[in-house]
């Protein structure tokens, strides 16, 4: 059995709204396997972050709280720690990075400085070492002549050093885990994906494992082991990244997969978008919390939630169509065989170009 740095069992977590305490994730599990990256993706409101500021035990100084569950980090429950312990185990052990990183930034600090000041705090280095070590770091995520930007100010940098001075700092002591919330969403396309070779280049060199937050299927094609699929505050389905792509059980995964740009888009049709909105928090529907934008609704959705079912590879999905044996049954719209079919035809396809 692999060894699992983090598993998030049954997280429910909540913020008080006008109606009461709203559920913002509603029994969220998952794991992720050590040197492995997980990806939770999703649409805007989906509970992505709020699971992210959980793990980090920041979702109190958010306004949030944890009702119920476990995050067992290497196996002790990060739920049960005060927040002196999280001092030590944010920063040492679980790190984390933001979609902005001009914000993530001290404006009035050189950069050096402020890689300089995370290792002297957390690795109480003296001043020099903290300086070379943050030199260092520089070079390791690929600026080039480190030592003359370490002297920079980040409003001298552009997007993407800015970011990659961010993930210095972050990386700088070492972590077990690092988190990464949307880190390329802000940034220029090219930009993007230079960052994301440069996280997975880093998390081999570093031996880290990574919780990596996207709202864009491609990201996650481009760095999941796993992918954890969340609508509205709950996962609806979890799997390799293979069984996402190529075996979706979800109506929900489906139409995020329908709707990367470039997969269907080649054939010169309009780019998909699913129909609808994700609720609030405070108006999740009855039943499947999906169903009222569900193209396969049937009436058992509407009235009962469906359950997570695992396949024997660990594939779960929470679905009622998994239950009632496929959804073609006299509709016209395409089944989940269908929808299987294109996507893997339009993927070759996408390679093949
Ligand atoms: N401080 C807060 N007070 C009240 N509700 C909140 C707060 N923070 C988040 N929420 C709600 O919790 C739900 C989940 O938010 P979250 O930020 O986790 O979504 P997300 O999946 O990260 O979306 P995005 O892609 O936009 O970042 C949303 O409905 C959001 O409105
Ligand atoms: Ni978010």
């Known amino acids: 059995m692999a060894e699992k740095i983090l598993q998030i069992r049954n997280l429910t977590t909540g913020f008080l709204t006008d109606q009461g305490v709203a559920k913002a994730t509603d029994r969220v599990s998952m794991d992720l396997e050590k040197g492995q990256t997980l990806c939770v993706v999703g649409e805007s409101g989906s509970g992505k972050s709020v699971t992210a500021l959980s793990v980090m035990r920041l979702i109190d100084f958010a306004g949030g709280v944890i009702i119920d569950g476990q995050m067992l980090f290497n196996g002790e429950d990060l739920v049960r720690k005060s927040q002196n312990d999280m001092l030590r185990i944010r920063g040492n052990m679980i790190t984390m990075i933001f979609q902005d990183p001009i914000s993530a930034l001290n404006p009035v600090f050189t950069v050096g400085e402020q890689i300089a000041e995370t290792l002297r705090i957390h690795k109480r280095m003296g001043k020099k070492e903290a300086w070379l070590q943050s030199v260092d770091m520089l070079y390791r995520v690929g600026i080039p002549d480190p030592e003359m930007r370490a002297k920079q100010y980040p409003y001298e940098m552009s997007g993407g050093m800015c970011q990659r001075v961010v993930i210095a700092m972050a990386l700088a002591c070492n972590p077990e885990l690092l988190i990464a919330d949307e880190p390329t969403t802000a940034l220029d396309v090219t930009v993007q994906a230079q960052i994301l070779d440069l996280l997975k280049q880093l998390k081999q060199e570093f031996g880290m494992s990574m919780l990596l937050i996207t709202h864009d299927m491609g990201v996650a094609a481009e760095v999941a082991d796993r992918i954890a699929v969340m609508y509205a505050g709950a996962v609806v389905e979890e799997g390799t990244v293979q069984e996402i792509f190529e075996q979706p059980r ?60 695992s396949s024997l590879s660990g594939h779960i999905a929470a679905c009622w169509l998994d239950e009632t044996g496929g959804m073609d049954k006299g509709r016209n719209e395409p089944n989940l065989q269908d929808v299987h079919e294109r996507l893997t035809a339009d993927r070759v396809e996408a390679n093949r170009s």
């Open 250 to 309: 979800h109506p929900y995964t489906i139409g995020l997969l329908q709707s990367i740009p470039g997969l269907h888009s080649k054939r010169g049709g309009e780019l998909y978008t699913i129909k609808g909105a994700i609720p609030p928090i405070s108006r999740i529907p009855s039943g499947c919390r999906f169903h009222p934008r569900c193209p396969h609704v049937m009436d058992i959705c509407r009235k009962e939630e469906p359950p997570l079912k």
